[in-house]
């Protein structure tokens, strides 16, 4: 492309227009605009291609890991140019939907293809009619000379981890020499990887120019040893060669006294293509994104698919509009990227529930002013909003011991880390200990504090929470009652007692579940204090009282306590 120095900014187009995915409603011949990506009426005479010879199997294998990696497939697979190609999905385009890549996860795409040697393309071509003024306008920039015929098959496994260390164990190993997975060695070889950085693999499967439907999946579901042996010898005998790419050819080819030229900027198909990649990169991420999250995007994302489609054939002479739309695409992105992010924080945090003390582990604040954390105080990515709750609890002297129990209630948060501090500077702080068996990862807890025999105490504990319902469905309470989605999914789900939370609740049982809300005894009573954090909805449920003794057994009174102001 290249600007003129006319008044006006035009594009001198390319000659021919190679490689793009077939479309459906493409015809040999038909015109094409190159400017609104239309088909406009046929303006040659009739013709007929010449096939060319098959070439033996293609095997490529890309290892998707980074966003930069999802665009660089994108553009390999579009080969958009102009306003020619949209978005709208093709047999060789949709394989792109299904590549799930984040802090959790990354994609594997295995492609096998059997195409013709060359373009399927007539010894030569006539005009039909005489140009005129209009020729363009009724006939378009390009016609549609030809095709590259064949047959692909696409297998996209999905790679998915509970943890970030787990992918980036996985990702060293893979990336390091990318199996080739189509083969029995190299099926082999991923699966022992997968299985050693506990990847949970799906695989999603596109095939293009084939005579039968894809064969059901084993029992098990589809795996890269039966990919192996199942699927890629039902594709070697169920070729079926079709069009896959498209060959236009320019009309100044056959004559050159028509125009090249269009009259629009080339930094107009530039942002056109900018924004078209950005929608396709939405797309895929939508279309792998985790339930949690992808209710809240899913109107907005199918909004903007339709304008988008319905704008495409003036979007070229209509700056305004492409900006606009672009940021929206922009927008509906970032709304992704956080989700991704909060999947990616709530891994960690579900990790750092492990790290906590075990209920009744006495701690003694002998040493002065101490603090102890456990937990995320903030989070550092978009979108993920950590909220802090304090609470304190101050007294003198008196005869015997102080005692306070912390407690938090709020069934529309869900605890992501927590610090408890002595504030008694003496060194006879007293002494803490965590009451609930689990804190972090539910929708509540509960801390015992106490001062030293005849001394006072200065205890705060700060909650840290973000909002339930932007997180995936997962263990508020190490009893609750959980109702599976969806048809396969269990009538009633309910924790034994015996089972640990965080283990059970995979990201494939959070994804299938939602937390239902019962109803909890009251919490003993006891001549200490108690103060209740947590804001709206702590009534509503959540996690209950701790079952027990809420206060710890009498420690020994200290010995010379006039020793101590």
Aim: charged letters at 20%; glycine letters at 8%; one cysteine or more.
């Amino acid at each position: 492309m290249r600007q003129t120095s006319s008044d006006t900014l035009t594009t001198l187009l390319d000659t021919t227009v190679v490689g793009q995915p077939w479309q459906p409603h493409l015809t040999l011949g038909a015109g094409v605009d190159a400017v609104t990506g239309q088909l406009r009426a046929t303006a040659v005479k009739p013709f007929t291609v010449t096939p060319s010879p098959s070439l033996q199997p293609e095997y490529e294998y890309s290892f998707v890991q980074s966003e930069s990696d999802v665009q660089s497939l994108i553009s390999a697979s579009l080969k958009a140019s102009y306003n020619l190609e949209g978005v709208t999905v093709s047999g060789s385009t949709s394989y792109l939907e299904e590549i799930a890549v984040s802090d959790l996860a990354v994609t594997l795409v295995a492609r096998v293809a059997v195409q013709e040697s060359r373009y399927a393309l007539a010894p030569s071509y006539e005009l039909a009619l005489t140009p005129g003024e209009d020729f363009r306008t009724k006939y378009g920039d390009y016609f549609v000379a030809g095709y590259r015929g064949g047959s692909s098959l696409y297998v996209v496994y999905q790679c998915r981890f509970t943890s970030s260390e787990q992918r980036t164990k996985f990702s060293a190993s893979l990336a390091a020499d990318v199996p080739q997975v189509l083969s029995a060695e190299g099926s082999s070889s991923f699966e022992r990887i997968a299985k050693e950085s506990s990847a949970s693999v799906s695989v999603r499967i596109r095939a293009q120019g084939v005579s039968s439907v894809i064969p059901d999946p084993p029992a098990s579901g589809w795996t890269a040893a039966s990919v192996v042996s199942v699927l890629v010898p039902w594709f070697n005998s169920s070729l079926a060669y079709e069009p896959l790419e498209s060959y236009l050819m320019a009309y100044r080819l056959i004559d050159p006294s028509l125009s090249g030229e269009v009259p629009v900027s080339p930094d107009v198909f530039a942002q056109l293509g900018y924004l078209y990649g950005r929608f396709w990169l939405a797309r895929a991420y939508v279309r792998t994104c985790p339930d949690f999250g992808r209710r809240p995007v899913e109107d907005t994302y199918a909004k903007l698919q339709k304008t988008v489609e319905a704008n495409q054939a003036s979007l070229a002479t209509d700056v305004p509009k492409i900006e606009e739309l672009t940021a929206q695409t922009l927008e509906l992105l970032d709304s992704l990227h956080q989700v991704q992010n909060r999947q990616a924080f709530y891994s960690r945090v579900m990790s750092a529930a492990k790290t906590e003390p075990p209920a009744g582990q006495n701690f003694d604040a002998d040493t002065g002013q101490v603090r102890w954390g456990y937990g995320f105080q903030q989070g550092t990515a978009p979108g993920v909003v950590v909220t802090a709750e304090s609470d304190r609890v101050r007294q003198d002297w008196h005869i015997g011991w102080r005692e306070h129990v912390f407690s938090y209630r709020n069934s529309s948060r869900v605890l992501v880390g927590w610090d408890v501090v002595c504030n008694w500077s003496d060194g006879t702080g007293g002494d803490w200990h965590k009451v609930s068996d689990t804190i972090i990862g539910r929708s509540g807890g509960d801390v015992y504090v106490k001062s030293d025999y005849d001394r006072g105490y200065d205890w705060s504990i700060t909650w840290y929470s973000v909002d339930a319902s932007q997180y995936p469905p997962g263990p508020w309470t190490a009893t609750g009652v959980h109702v599976g989605t969806g048809a396969q999914a269990p009538a009633l789900q309910v924790l034994a007692v015996d089972d640990d939370p965080v283990a059970y609740w995979t990201p494939e049982r959070m994804a299938a579940a939602v937390p239902v809300e019962p109803t909890f005894p009251a919490p003993p009573t006891h001549e200490g204090s108690r103060s209740l954090v947590g804001g709206p909805g702590v009534v509503a449920g959540g996690t209950p009282g701790s079952q027990g003794d809420l206060w710890a057994p009498r420690t020994q009174p200290v010995a010379q306590p006039q020793d101590f102001p």
